[in-house]
Nanobody, 124 residues
Framework: QVQFVESGGGLVQPGDSLRLSCAAS????????MGWFRQAPGKEREFVAG????????YYADSVKGRFTISRDNAKNTVYLQMISLKPEETAVYYC?????????????????WGQGTQVTVSS
């Protein structure tokens, strides 16, 4: 059974940068389309970014375009989310998600596998 573990979260100040990682184990990482989602307290989980199995064609939510970059290293079984110019409203638990489908989708129902999440807090 494939498993995903996120890391890299923490407390940062507004405008700071942070890189999240999601490491896979127990499966063939390169066969999964990957996504990053986030969930703030009292809000629904929302799509942040997705990347195809080969690493091409990343797709972003409008709110993070130009500030967040998703990438993957299939040799290291890891997907990354580089975040810059972080805002307080982006405080949330960030989750990586995976699915065998080819297309990147923005719905949580489109992903069969989830990590446990990593907390990102943006506060001065």
């Amino acid at each position: 059974q494939v498993q995903f573990v996120e890391s890299g979260g923490g407390l940062v100040q507004p405008g700071d940068s942070l890189r999240l990682s999601c490491a896979a184990s127990g499966g063939t990482f390169s066969t999964y389309t990957m996504g990053w989602f986030r969930q703030a307290p009292g809000k629904e989980r929302e799509f942040v970014a997705g990347i195809s199995r080969s690493g091409g064609r990343p797709y972003y939510a409008d709110s993070v375009k130009g500030r967040f970059t998703i990438s993957r290293d299939n040799a290291k079984n890891t997907v990354y989310l580089q975040m810059i110019s972080l805002k307080p409203e982006e405080t949330a638990v960030y989750y990586c998600a995976a699915d065998r489908r080819i297309l990147i989708v923005t719905a949580t129902s489109g992903y069969a596998y989830w990590g446990q999440g990593t907390q990102v807090t943006v506060s001065s």
